[in-house]
């Protein structure tokens, strides 16, 4: 297979075969310095976008039929997109190392950059997606609801394509358990310790 030389032919090779794409990714050797100044921008940007996103909800939608909890939820989000920053890059910091090291304890061949590179990606592809629903959210509601669509896909399909990629996996089904499995144990930790700091201050 030909190498992308476009960022347009990257892309199509993203949606059509996201294991193949981390190879080419991976390849590109994108140094570390750059890295790190995509994931904390594309990290804040993300924080900024979520922000916006609780901000129009609240305005144009009606709160009780929502669960429990959810508009707070939001308006902590809106009106702390800093606190929302610094969360979402410790995450995907801890997802980044069980990228690395998990991934190659079951066998993987990757390494710490092309852990990094494909988590910067995520991030940017999710930062623009989320761009659009909102977008969609205060001009086209449909539009909101195609890339809702489409962010699950990316998330159910693509991502773990990436891991594959990355580490020369060959099940998808067990990468995106093993995602799952990691996300889920990394929020409920850090739910824990923030809920032991607010305590501590309080």
Avoid: K
């Amino acid at each position: 297979m030909t190498a992308p030389a476009t960022p347009g032919q990257y892309l199509r090779l993203l949606i059509r075969h996201p294991d193949q794409a981390a190879h080419e990714i991976v390849a590109l050797g994108v140094p570390m310095r750059a890295l790190w100044i995509g994931f904390w921008l594309f990290s804040i940007l993300s924080a900024i976008l979520v922000a916006l996103h609780a901000r129009a909800i609240l305005a144009s939608s009606d709160m009780s039929t929502f669960p429990p909890g959810f508009a707070e939820m939001l308006a902590v989000a809106r009106d702390s997109p800093l606190g929302v920053a610094l969360g979402q890059a410790i995450l995907f910091f801890l997802l980044l190392q069980v990228l690395d090291r998990v991934g190659r304890a079951m066998g993987g061949q990757g390494d710490f950059r092309g852990a990094l590179q494909i988590i910067v990606l995520v991030l940017g592809v999710s930062s623009a997606l989320m761009a659009g629903q909102l977008l969609g959210i205060l001009m086209i509601p449909i539009l909101a609801t195609v890339l809702g669509f489409g962010f699950l896909v990316f998330l159910v399909w693509h991502v773990p394509g990436l891991v594959m990629g990355l580490h020369g996996f060959q099940s998808r089904i067990a990468v995106f358990a093993m995602i799952v499995f990691s996300f889920l144990l990394i929020e409920t930790g850090l739910s824990l310790v923030a809920g032991l700091i607010r305590a501590v201050l309080t």
